[in-house]
């Protein structure tokens, strides 16, 4: 009985947890729409700043919420049994349980899959707006007769070739 007890006390901390963390998620996936929607608008950069800084304090909660339930999944299973998923020990939990842990794993791993395309999608349009800027500047100063500008960590780069503005 008390081998149940335990088996059933660690797969509901297990389920809390990965409700805990699928609420993360939803977080973490409501701010990079936000983003998508400020990248789409795009009418400043400040936005964009304040919902990259909400994106890290959010993955980190994230991450802290992983590393609790792997601590729980190791507590209850030898390290050698604990796959990196949830799905290859739900078998192993409670089988009262195992239907809504299936659920909320496939609930997490949908809302995380959609977070990874968004985030993807979001970066795309970043380097787009970044090319774009960094190829207007350098035709301005091509066009001013500038050789080279400074990149990020202070050191002189050449302005890059290309076609000037316009020929005289």
């Known amino acids: 009985?008390?081998?149940?007890?335990?088996?059933s006390t660690l797969s509901r901390q297990i389920l809390e947890q990965l409700?805990?963390?699928?609420?993360?998620?939803?977080?973490?996936?409501?701010v990079l729409n936000d983003e998508c929607a400020e990248l789409m608008a795009f009418s400043s950069p400040e936005p964009l700043r304040d919902l990259a800084?909400?994106?890290?304090?959010i993955g980190q909660q994230l991450e802290a919420a992983y590393k609790v339930r792997m601590q729980l999944v190791q507590s209850g299973f030898p390290v050698a049994d604990t796959p990196n998923s949830l799905s290859g020990i739900i078998d192993k939990l409670d089988p009262q349980l195992q239907g809504d842990l299936s659920k909320q794993w496939d609930n997490y791993n949908r809302l995380v899959l959609q977070a990874k395309s968004l985030n993807e999608s979001n970066a795309i349009m970043i380097h787009s707006y970044l090319k774009y800027n960094q190829d207007a500047l350098?035709?301005?100063?091509?066009a001013a007769g500038v050789q080279h500008t400074y990149d990020g960590?202070?050191?002189?780069?050449p302005v890059s070739t290309g076609k000037p503005l316009a020929s005289a």
């Open 19 to 30: 409700v805990l963390e699928t609420e993360i998620a939803k977080q973490f996936l409501q």
């Open 1 to 7: 009985m008390t081998a149940h007890n335990n088996s």
């Open 53 to 57: 800084q909400k994106k890290w304090q």
């Open 138 to 142: 350098d035709s301005l100063n091509r």
């Open 153 to 157: 960590k202070g050191m002189r780069k």
